[in-house]
């Protein structure tokens, strides 16, 4: 029998969202046919958009890939996969995708555990936490370009506020933040985590608000403590949300580009040079736009392969806590 | 039915018109006769003369890499002159390096002039238009002379002079007078007017320098007298001698950050001793990979292993080796520009001098050029405007706010500058500039520039020793050179 796509209303299980699921029921009849063109012509502006934006794009940037194209020749070779054999035997670029694998794994894992942390506070309405709702805009609204600019100058060993501070408190002052390939590290994630800590923390706050009263209360009376509760009823309500939150930051992270360029230029050495600031120098600096492409092809597929099994280790952890 | 009416003299193109009837055809006839008896005329008569005047000449430039400000401020007399506005986009480094190359790709006509940096240059000759013959053309010098003569030649042919078939290779007479004729006939060309030049100078606090307890107390630990460092020895023992961190203040400052500057501090330390300054040679060889490469590298490493330098200096760049030392926290320094220190600073004067000399000599130096775009509608026009804004009289109007020159005429001007601090830092930038050492012309210099500075970073963090170093980073830049289709010997 010929599956159908239909749709179906599961508000109440996704807060509003409607999915699409297959269904192996019997065949439409010609006025839900007609509806479906209806549909489809609707829809069909924002589709040309996204082809236009997205897929022909990225079509575009897979036939770069396969050719030697430079900017600064006007011929251009089909060379087919050399471009991602040579990537993958460059112990530079391997050093630089360990760069970008390390960076993505520690602020994603920081700021979600923190995110959850300050969720938990802010949730609740009061008149101080609309306020610190209100702050905690503040952080991912300014340009990482100025962020890294003003923390390029707080950790600046001989005027720096930090070290200053830190002197202040009894600490050793003379520490030259950037100079040093951990305290890069230590600066680097520090500024990603101010900077995107409070997204998360937005989007949990969302989340812990809509969460239902009822279990909550009924675990309390059951004699369940904070933890308990929050491990095994508000974690599992909230696996939507911290899926979203997980995802949008993990593929934010890997594009983080801004904050390793200013703030730390890939040094010391190139401790912190991640493969956004290679391809951009292969790119924009030397031109070879075929090497680019390829460069940037291997980092999509990357996202691509990682981001859905995020979601289906999120998904199973989630209904291991049901059964 | 379609026919060839008439052909053009030149190239023989067709002009074909929709026969509608006898009719037409002579209405059509006396107007098209016409236009073709002027273009007739027209092409006898020098082509430089015949280009009418635009209304505007776009030129994309920089920012403050090249001193905009200087430029802009000259662009209304070039319109009160000819009648002919100068428009220019300004753009920061990184942006522009890419919109310059954008343009050049899709060979775009939109701008008839751009700045260059000289390590595009090798990459870019090809479209860019070749000026000898527009520099022996009194025609097209008539708004301000030419004096080619009058250019620093090193700056001039480092700059400008390219053979096109071989980008690689540099003038073989970097010190003889500048004549475009004799640069054609060696097989070269001129692809732009030298306008903002910049060299690695070394700047000091003459305030320290002078003042007798500090000439007391250098003379009872060094056992000679209290001068500006001329040699590398001299050069370190004077930074050791100020080194007072409980003071606030360091010897020197280096601009050892990854970035391009940690390479234009070594290649100048390499030249010192005696070393290739230029790091890779006209035919590609890895000069840097050398004995006096690791002289160069100990020696820097060393000056910041042993806190001469301040704290930071192993991020530093050369913004913020300008701050350290325009604040007093080093009695030294060596940047690309004049400095000026904050009022915090009392009683502070600024010296300048050449930077110190091993057994040999060759400071860092680069300079941005106005070329003309080889696809520009308006090269003659194009190539006035740079001529006119290259030119010894607006190059000396441009001291006022600041412009690096390229002209030897022009030095003498700035030395007459009422400041004393600006005109002594024009009086050592000159000379400089006559011994500088330049870049290696590479088609992929960036990447190149990428492991030497991380290289010399490496090293300066003391993560691994210059030996080492040197051979790792002529490793993987032989497999770049490679990877552009050079031959590495």
């Known amino acids: ?323 | 039915m379609v026919r060839p009416i008439a052909t053009s003299t030149k190239g023989g193109n067709m002009l074909y018109i929709k026969k509608e009837g006898n009719g037409l055809i002579a209405k059509l006839r006396l107007p098209v006769v016409a236009v073709l008896a002027i273009g007739l005329v027209a092409s006898a008569t020098p082509s430089h003369a015949a280009q009418t005047a635009p209304k505007q000449i776009r030129i994309l430039y920089a920012t403050a890499e090249a001193n905009s400000a200087a430029v802009q401020a000259a662009l209304p007399s070039f319109k009160a002159k000819t009648g002919v506005e100068l428009v220019m986009d300004t753009m920061p480094y990184n942006a522009l390096q890419t919109k310059v190359f954008a343009e050049f790709a899709v060979k775009s006509s939109y701008y008839d002039v751009v700045i260059v940096d000289t390590p595009w240059s090798p990459a870019l000759a090809q479209s860019l238009e070749p000026l000898s013959g527009y520099m022996t053309n009194a025609s097209l010098n008539d708004l301000a002379p030419l004096d080619a003569a009058d250019f620093i030649p090193k700056v001039f042919y480092d700059t400008a002079v390219y053979n096109v078939k071989n980008p690689s290779l540099h003038y073989p007479k970097p010190t003889a007078k500048v004549d475009p004729a004799a640069i054609k006939k060696a097989g070269f060309d001129v692809y732009g007017l030298p306008i903002q030049a910049n060299a690695l100078a070394l700047a000091y606090r003459k305030d320290l320098f002078n003042d007798p307890a500090q000439k007391a107390a250098f003379k009872k630990v060094a056992g000679r007298a209290l001068t500006v460092p001329k040699t590398l020895d001299e050069f370190a023992e004077v930074a050791e001698f100020f080194t007072q961190p409980d003071k606030k203040l360091y010897g020197t400052t280096l601009m050892a950050g990854t970035g391009d500057w940690a390479t234009d501090d070594f290649k100048t330390l390499l030249a010192a001793f005696g070393g290739d300054g230029y790091m890779v040679g006209n035919k590609q060889e890895l000069n840097f990979n050398s004995a006096a490469g690791v002289k160069a590298l100990t020696y820097y490493r060393n000056l910041i292993k042993s806190g001469f330098t301040p704290p930071g200096t192993t991020s530093a760049s050369w913004d913020e080796v300008a701050t350290m030392f325009n604040s007093g926290l080093t009695a030294m320094t060596m940047n690309y520009h004049d400095l000026k220190l904050d009022a915090s600073v009392a009683g502070g004067v600024i010296g300048y001098a050449k930077v110190p000399a091993g057994n040999s000599e060759g400071p860092h130096f680069g300079t941005w050029m106005l070329s003309v775009n080889k696809y520009s509608k308006n090269k003659e026009w194009g190539y006035r405007a740079a001529q006119w804004l290259t030119s010894a009289a607006q190059s000396t109007a441009m001291l006022q706010k600041g412009i690096h020159p390229a002209r030897n005429s022009v030095y003498t001007a700035a030395g007459k500058l009422p400041d004393a601090n600006v005109a002594a830092y024009y009086k050592t930038l000159k000379q400089a500039l006559a011994v500088g050492a330049g870049r290696p012309r590479l088609t992929n210099y960036g990447e190149v520039d990428a492991v030497i500075f991380t290289m010399v970073n490496n090293v300066a963090t003391g993560k691994i020793e210059p030996k080492p170093a040197l051979a790792a980073a002529a490793v993987e830049i032989t497999k770049l050179l490679v990877s552009a289709g050079y031959k590495v010997p």
Do not use: C
Request: charge should be positive.
């Open chain 1, 1 to 323: 029998m010929q599956k159908e796509v239909t749709e179906v209303d599961v508000a109440s299980t996704t807060g509003g969202l409607k999915l699409a699921r297959k269904n192996s029921g019997p065949a439409l009849p010609k006025k839900h046919k007609n509806r479906n063109g209806i549909y489809w012509l609707q829809m069909s502006p924002a589709l040309i958009i996204l082809l236009l934006m997205t897929i022909a794009p990225a079509i575009f940037l897979i036939t770069k890939s396969l050719t030697n194209d430079s900017l600064l020749n006007s011929t251009s070779n089909f060379v087919g996969l050399e471009n991602y054999q040579s990537i993958l035997t460059d112990a530079s670029l391997i050093r630089s995708a360990k760069v970008t694998a390390i960076f993505v794994a520690l602020v994603v894992i920081i700021e979600m555990v923190a995110g959850i942390f300050f969720a938990q506070f802010l949730h609740k309405k009061t008149r101080a936490n609309s306020l610190a709702g209100a702050l905690l805009i503040i952080p991912f609204a300014v340009a990482p370009a100025v962020s890294a600019m003003v923390f390029r100058e707080l950790l600046n060993p001989n005027y720096g506020w930090v070290n200053y501070f830190m002197g202040l408190l009894g600490l050793p002052d003379q520490i030259d933040w950037l100079g040093n390939s951990f305290t890069a590290w230590v600066a680097l994630i520090g500024l990603d985590v101010w900077q995107w800590t409070p997204f998360v923390t937005l989007i949990l706050i969302a989340g812990m608000s809509s969460l239902p009263a009822e279990p909550l209360e009924a675990a309390s009376v059951d004699g369940a403590n904070g933890w308990q509760i929050f491990r095994h009823i508000s974690f599992r309500l909230l696996a939507p949300f911290i899926g979203i939150a997980l995802v949008l930051r993990t593929i934010q992270a890997f594009k983080t580009f801004d904050s390793f360029l200013i703030l730390t230029g890939g040094g010391p050495g190139d401790s912190t040079s991640p493969l956004n600031l290679e391809i951009y120098r292969v790119a924009l600096q030397s031109f070879r736009v075929g090497y680019a492409s390829s460069m940037a092809i291997i980092l999509l597929a990357a996202i691509s392969v990682l981001t859905p099994l995020l979601l289906r280790i999120l998904g199973r952890a989630t209904q291991n806590e049901e059964v």
